[in-house]
C-alpha cells in the first residue's frame, strides 16, 4: 500500500505538471494568436477580451462597494458610478499589464526567455503541488476502502513503463527527425536567397543522446551548424505524444 501511494503521488505529480505547462504554454500562444492574428475570429476575441476586462472589474467592485457596511451611509448612485468607473478604469490598466507581460515574456532569448521559463516550472510546481494535495485529501481515501490494489498497482506500473518505451521507441526519433527537419529547412531557406555565410560544407547536424524522462517528455542534446557563424548545441526538452512534437525548453552549452 505505501508502494502504490508513492506510485499515486508521483502520477499526481507528473500529471499536474504537464497540465500546468500545457496550460501555460497555451495561454502564451493563445495570446500570439489573438495579437499576431487577422483572422476576424481572432480580431472579434480580442476586441471581447479588451471590453470584458473593465465591464467585469466595474461591476464586480460595484457589488462589493454596495455590500461594504460604510456604503449605506454614503449616496446610492453616486458610489455606484464611481466604481463603475474606477472598476473600468483598473480592468483596462489590468488588460494592458497582462499584454504587456505576455508580449515581453514571449521572447526566445535574454531575461523575458529566463523569468518565463522560471514561471513555467513554478506553475508546473504549484498545479503538481495542488492536484497532489486533492487526490491525497478527497480521492485516495474512498478509493482504498473499495479497490483491491494489488492488480490496479501492476496494471499501473505497467501502463507507466509502457508507455515510456514507447515514447524512447517513437518519441525520441520523431524529436530528432523534428530538429533535423527544421535546421535543413532554414538552410536550404538561406542558400536560396543566397545568405554568404553559407557554405557548401555545410550543414553539419548531430544527435548524440536522446531520452525520455517520462513517457511524453524528450529530452534530447543536439548540436548543428549550418553555417560558419551560425550555430548552436545544446539540451531540447519536447514534449511528444504521437500524433507531434512540441518544444517545451532549450538549455544551450554552445553558440556561434
Keep these: 500500500m505505501h508502494r ?12 499536474g505538471a504537464a497540465a500546468g505547462l500545457l ?9 500570439r494568436w489573438l495579437e499576431g492574428g487577422y483572422a476576424a475570429a481572432a480580431v472579434i476575441l480580442l476586441d471581447v477580451l479588451r471590453l470584458a476586462f473593465p465591464v467585469t472589474f466595474a461591476l464586480v467592485l460595484a457589488e462589493r462597494l454596495q455590500r461594504h457596511p460604510r456604503a449605506r451611509t454614503l449616496p446610492r448612485w453616486p458610489l455606484i458610478l464611481s466604481a463603475w ?23 526566445p532569448f535574454g531575461p523575458p526567455r529566463l523569468i518565463g521559463d522560471g514561471l513555467f516550472a513554478a506553475v ?3 498545479s503538481a503541488l495542488a492536484l497532489s494535495s486533492w487526490v491525497r485529501s478527497r480521492v485516495l481515501p ?9 492488480p490496479l498497482r501492476r496494471a499501473m506500473l505497467a501502463l507507466f513503463l509502457g508507455l515510456y518505451c514507447v515514447t524512447w521507441g517513437f ?7 523534428e530538429l533535423v527537419r527544421r535546421d535543413v529547412a532554414t538552410f536550404k531557406h538561406s542558400h536560396t536567397i543566397g545568405d554568404p555565410d553559407y557554405r557548401e560544407r555545410y550543414p553539419v547536424l548531430n544527435a548524440s543522446f536522446g531520452a525520455p524522462l517520462l513517457p511524453g517528455i524528450v529530452l534530447v542534446y543536439y548540436e548543428s551548424q549550418l ?3 551560425s550555430g548552436a548545441g545544446g539540451w531540447h ?5 504521437g500524433f507531434g512534437t512540441r518544444p517545451l525548453a532549450f538549455f544551450w552549452r554552445w553558440l556561434s
Design 4 to 15: 502504490f501511494r508513492w506510485l499515486v503521488f508521483l502520477a499526481t505529480w507528473v500529471v
Design 23 to 31: 496550460a501555460a504554454r497555451l495561454l502564451v500562444g493563445a495570446w
Design 85 to 107: 468607473f474606477v472598476g473600468a478604469l483598473t480592468g483596462v490598466l489590468a488588460f494592458a499589464l497582462l499584454a504587456a507581460s505576455l508580449r515581453w515574456l514571449d521572447q
Design 124 to 126: 508546473a510546481v504549484t
Design 142 to 150: 474512498h478509493v482504498t476502502e473499495t479497490v483491491s490494489w494489488r
Design 171 to 177: 518519441g525520441v526519433p520523431a524529436v530528432t527527425t
Design 227 to 229: 553555417g560558419g557563424q
Design 237 to 241: 526538452l519536447f514534449a511528444w505524444w
